[in-house]
């Protein structure tokens, strides 16, 4: 697929994440209070919550796009999506009717501040990429047992927190928790020492199930996808996590990237997932190419410093696709929700620049990296900005997801010191 050319020259520049190609919904405002839905198309958002109030979208007999969020429109269903993009894409084409109509409506993105962009119901998180298994089951319990016995057979997942999950450009705290490392006879309760990163997808469920689903339905069910940050306490998690998998290592915080881009953007980026080495068993099985060819990197920067790109990889490298993870999700009869998101587990390559997180990329911190500045990472410092990008490359134009970045607080002195604490 080439570059659909917009009337909005920015949007027509092979750099910008957000041709109308693209067309990903977010949740902006230009004052703190008034929190409103836009759509990116080049450095513009064109802002359809006023357009909705002024009348110039009629999607539904009530305003969905009033509350700021995208939860009321992703409700409306499959058929209500394809319906609306196509509106946008015939507004914002070249030779569009009603230009100076619709350009009252476009905000510059450099003077607008991002919010979440839909409600999140749940939060699931997953383990499904399989260089990034095989790196962390060989650190944990040597390279013959590296990847447990069911790992090729499911996608493991757990469930995580919707209430940590922040959007980009929101400030991290490094967490205390329980420590206690081999060599120590008991744990104390400390700051995390080795907080890390994890490079990630999150796919947004945008209809609700009530049982059981094939993976060609749960394909059907997801809206769209972000890039997803999730942050990672390694030694909290390494005393915490038998027999129930994580829980506060992983509940800091989950940070995403503002711009939801829609499934029917990366249609011409599918690709099959990599071979199977076991069959799966038939609920599982790949209904058609379902995993997409998305470009990823992760820079980081120390505090007043140059960033540094430490890992490039690309989603194709998993071994499980967002849709057998929510087919997977549903066997019980678990339902789902609209506004669930799920995350991909993170993405790490074969090679070692290609690794999603410092635990791999050091070697557990048995080998630091060493950043442009000179300065040497084993794990986060103080002060640490991390950014994610990500973009599917078409020919003269890119399906960007816009940064997914966040900064590490140093812990707190005392994390219950607070007004009125018993
Ligand atoms: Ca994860």
Redesign the pocket.
């Given at each position: 697929m080439t570059l659909l050319r917009s009337w909005i020259d920015s949007a027509n520049s092979a750099t910008t994440d957000f041709p109308l190609n693209n067309l990903p919904y977010g949740s902006f405002s230009t004052d703190e209070s008034h929190v409103r839905c836009g759509v990116a198309i080049g450095d513009r958002i064109l802002d359809v919550s006023s357009m909705e109030e002024d009348g110039f979208l009629d999607l539904s007999e009530e305003f969905v796009f009033a509350v700021g969020d995208w939860s009321d429109f992703m409700a409306l269903g499959p058929a209500v999506w394809a319906t609306f993009r196509a509106r946008l894409t015939a507004m914002l084409v070249e030779g569009a009717a009603d230009q100076t109509e619709i350009a009252r409506y476009l905000v510059p993105m450099d003077a607008a501040q991002m919010h979440l962009p839909f409600a999140i119901s749940e939060y699931t998180?997953?383990?499904a990429g399989r260089h990034h298994a095989t790196n962390v089951g060989t650190m944990f319990r040597g390279a013959e047992n590296a990847l447990p016995p069911n790992w090729l057979h499911m996608p493991i997942g757990y469930n995580g927190r919707a209430s940590s999950v922040v959007v980009s450009g929101t400030e991290v705290r490094r967490p205390w928790g329980q420590l206690k490392a081999p060599t120590e006879e008991t744990p104390r309760f400390a700051p995390c020492a080795r907080f890390d990163l994890?490079l990630?997808m999150g796919a947004i469920v945008g209809v609700g199930s009530d049982g059981p689903v094939s993976v060609a339905e749960a394909d059907a069910m997801i809206f769209g996808y972000v890039l997803l940050n999730?942050w990672?306490a390694r030694d909290i998690q390494a005393w915490e996590y038998q027999p129930l998998g994580p829980f506060q290592s992983?509940a800091t915080a989950t940070t995403i990237s503002p711009w939801i881009v829609p499934k029917a953007a990366l249609e011409p980026f599918r690709c099959e997932t990599p071979a199977r080495e076991v069959p799966l068993l038939p609920h599982l099985q790949d209904a058609g190419p379902m995993l997409y060819d998305i470009a990823l990197e992760v820079g980081l920067a120390p505090e007043g410093a140059a960033e540094t790109v430490i890992a490039r990889t690309n989603y194709r490298e998993m071994y499980y696709s967002s849709a057998q993870q929510l087919a997977h999700h549903s066997t019980s009869g678990c339902p789902m929700n609209v506004g669930d998101l799920l995350?991909s587990?993170?993405i790490s390559g074969p090679t070692k620049d290609s690794r999603g997180s410092l635990l791999e990329l050091s070697w557990g911190g048995k080998e630091p990296i060493t950043l442009e500045t000179g300065e040497t990472r084993s794990f986060l410092e103080d002060g640490d900005t991390l950014t994610l990008r990500g973009a599917a490359l078409g020919d003269g134009y890119r399906v960007g997801f816009g940064a997914c970045t966040g900064t590490v607080l140093p812990a707190l002195a005392d994390p219950f010191a607070r007004e009125g604490a018993l």
């Open positions: 998180d997953f383990y994890e990630e999730d990672s992983k995350g587990g993170t």
